[in-house]
C-alpha cells in the first residue's frame, strides 16, 4: 500500500514575526510542531520595516514577506486580484495542498483563501477573535468573514464560546467549525517564587492597553487597590493608547512608587516580568480565549479575570477568580485574591504549571489540526455551479457581487495560467528538516531578530539552493 503523501501547508496572516501577539505566537507554535510531525509548512505575510523578502526562521520554517505595505492596523489594503499573481506563484512553487488562514481581521488571509479556492487548493480558517452585530466595523467584518467561509472547507475557533460567535456571524454549519484551543510552551513559562519580593503583593497586568481589553476598567481599580492595601503595587507591561490613561491616574494619586509601566514586551521577556508577581489582573471587556492568563497560571500566579466570552472555559475553577466587567466585581474578586494570597489559601506554583502543562500542548494543538487536515482531503470538490450558488446565496445585493468577484478571479487565473503556466515556475526546494540543526548564532536587541546558522553537512546544500531570485535568506553557514 503506498504511504499517504504529507500535506504541504500555507500558513497566511497579516500578523507574524516580528509583530508579537496571540495571533503571531500561535501561527510559529503550530508551524513548529507540524515541522516536527514532517510536514512542509511556509508562512506568507506582508514585510515589516526591512524584514522583506525570504527569510527562515529556527527548524527551517520558510517565512515568505510580500512587498505589499500595511494599509491599518498591521493589515494590507483590500484590493482582492493585486495579490493574486504573487500568492499563486508561491503556491506552486512550494507544492501547497493546504492554505490555512489566520485571524478574521487579516486581509492577506481571507484574499489567499479565496485565492486558493480559486486554484483548487483546499482551505482552512482560524478564528482568534469575538465580534458584535451592531457597529459598523462588525457588519463589515462579518460579512467579509461570510464571503470567506461560505466556501472554506473548515474552520477552527479557539473556543466553544468563539465558535457560536463565527457560526451566528458566519452563517455556516456547526459541524464545518471544530474547536482547538490555544496553548502554551510550559518549558518557557516556569514558576520562580525567588523572584518575587517579600511582603509586598504585585498584581501584574500584561496586555495591549486599548479599550477592548478594559484599561477604563484597570484605571479606576488601581487607586482604590493602593489605598486599601498598602502592601499592594502594580506592575503594567503593555502599550496602546490607554497609556496616557494609566499614566494620569498614577501621577494624581501620587503612585509612581507602585505602580510601575514597563511599555511594550518582547515575547521572550514576558516569563521574566509574569515572575515577579503574585496575582494577574485581566479586565478584558471581549476575549476569544486570552493566552496571558494561561502563561501566567503557567508561572505559578493566581489569575482575577472578567467572565467575558471564552475565557471561563480556560483555567479550573481553583486557579482562576471571575468578575462580571465592572469595577465593583473585579473589586470583591481581586481583594478575594488578595486575602488568599495573604492567608496561603493557594495552588502552589509548581502544582499550578503542572496542571497548565497537562491541559495546554502545542503538541496537541498541531495533531488536532492534523486531523482537520487529513478531513478536508478527503472532501470531494465542489463544480463551479455549487461554488457561485454558494456565493449567490449570501445575501440579494451581497451574492451578487460575490458572484462577480468570483466569476472575475476565475478569469485573472487563465489569463496568469496563459502568461505563467504552472509548468515553467520551478518548484522551490525543500530542505532536509530531519536532519538539519540549527544553534542561535546572533541575537539583535533592537528588533529581536535571531540569525540562525545550519550545523550539519547539509548547511552548504541549504545555502546554494534556497537564494529565491536573489531575496535575503537568514541562514548563515558556519566557519569551521
Known amino acids: 500500500m503506498a504511504m499517504k503523501k504529507p500535506h504541504r501547508i500555507c500558513m497566511v496572516s497579516d500578523f507574524f514575526y516580528p509583530n508579537m501577539g496571540g495571533v503571531e505566537s500561535h501561527i510559529y507554535q503550530l508551524s513548529q510542531c507540524l515541522l516536527e510531525r514532517g510536514y512542509k509548512v511556509v508562512v506568507v505575510t506582508h514585510f515589516y520595516g526591512n524584514r522583506r523578502g525570504i527569510r527562515y526562521l529556527s527548524s527551517g520554517l ?3 514577506y510580500l512587498p505589499f505595505p500595511p494599509f491599518y492596523n498591521q493589515c494590507v489594503l483590500p484590493t482582492i486580484f493585486t495579490t493574486f499573481p504573487l500568492l499563486r506563484n508561491i503556491f506552486i512553487r512550494e507544492r501547497i495542498t493546504i492554505v490555512h488562514g489566520h485571524s478574521a481581521f487579516s486581509t492577506l488571509a481571507h484574499e489567499a483563501m479565496f485565492h486558493a479556492r480559486t486554484m483548487g487548493l483546499k ?20 460579512k467579509v468573514l461570510k464571503f470567506s467561509l461560505v466556501d472554506c472547507n473548515h474552520a477552527i475557533c479557539v473556543s466553544h464560546t468563539s465558535k457560536e460567535n463565527t457560526v451566528l456571524r458566519g452563517r455556516i454549519k456547526p459541524e464545518s ?3 482547538i484551543p490555544n496553548a502554551v510552551d510550559s518549558t518557557m513559562f516556569v514558576p520562580d517564587p525567588s523572584k518575587r519580593k517579600p511582603n509586598q503583593i504585585t498584581i501584574m497586568v500584561v496586555s495591549r ?14 487607586p482604590v487597590i493602593t489605598q486599601r492595601h498598602p502592601d499592594v503595587n502594580f506592575i503594567i507591561g503593555g502599550s ?5 490613561v494609566l499614566e494620569e491616574v498614577r501621577e494624581q494619586y501620587q503612585l509612581l512608587d507602585r505602580v510601575q509601566l514597563l511599555g511594550s514586551l518582547e515575547h521572550d521577556q514576558v516569563r521574566d ?26 508561572c505559578g500566579l493566581q489569575v482575577v479575570s472578567t467572565r467575558v466570552g471564552g475565557v471561563a472555559e480556560v483555567l479550573p475553577p481553583n486557579l482562576i477568580y471571575l468578575a462580571d466587567p465592572s469595577v465593583k466585581a473585579l473589586l470583591v474578586e481581586l481583594e478575594k485574591a488578595i486575602a488568599d494570597r495573604r492567608s496561603g489559601n493557594i495552588v502552589d506554583p509548581f502544582e499550578a504549571h503542572k496542571i497548565i502543562a497537562g491541559l495546554y500542548s502545542w503538541r496537541d494543538v498541531a495533531r488536532r489540526t492534523e486531523i482537520i487536515y487529513n478531513t478536508v482531503c478527503q472532501v470531494p470538490e465542489p463544480d463551479l455551479a455549487n461554488r457561485l450558488q454558494r456565493y449567490y446565496d449570501c445575501g440579494p445585493v451581497a451574492g451578487k457581487l460575490f458572484v462577480m468577484a468570483t466569476v472575475l478571479n476565475l478569469l485573472v487565473f487563465t489569463v496568469l495560467q496563459w502568461l505563467m503556466p504552472t509548468e515553467k515556475i520551478e518548484p522551490a526546494p525543500d530542505i532536509p528538516l530531519l536532519t538539519v540543526k540549527y544553534t542561535m548564532l546572533k541575537k539583535k536587541k533592537s528588533s529581536n531578530e535571531t540569525t540562525l546558522c545550519a550545523t550539519t553537512r547539509h548547511r552548504t546544500k541549504l545555502m546554494k539552493g534556497n537564494k529565491d531570485s536573489g531575496l535575503q535568506v537568514d541562514i548563515v553557514e558556519q566557519k569551521s
Do not use: W
Open 273 to 298: 516580568v509574569l515572575v515577579q508577581g503574585d496575582i494577574l489582573l485581566n479586565t478584558s471587556l471581549t476575549e476569544a480565549f486570552c493566552i496571558a492568563i494561561v502563561e501566567a497560571a503557567c
Open 240 to 244: 496602546g493608547p490607554k497609556r496616557i
Open 177 to 179: 467549525v471544530s474547536v
Open 62 to 64: 520558510k517565512v515568505y
Open 123 to 142: 482551505t482552512v480558517f482560524t478564528d482568534h477573535s469575538l465580534f458584535g452585530f451592531a457597529d459598523a466595523s462588525s457588519i463589515i467584518t462579518n
Open 209 to 222: 492597553l486599548v479599550y477592548r481589553k478594559g484599561m477604563d476598567l484597570l484605571a479606576a481599580i488601581i
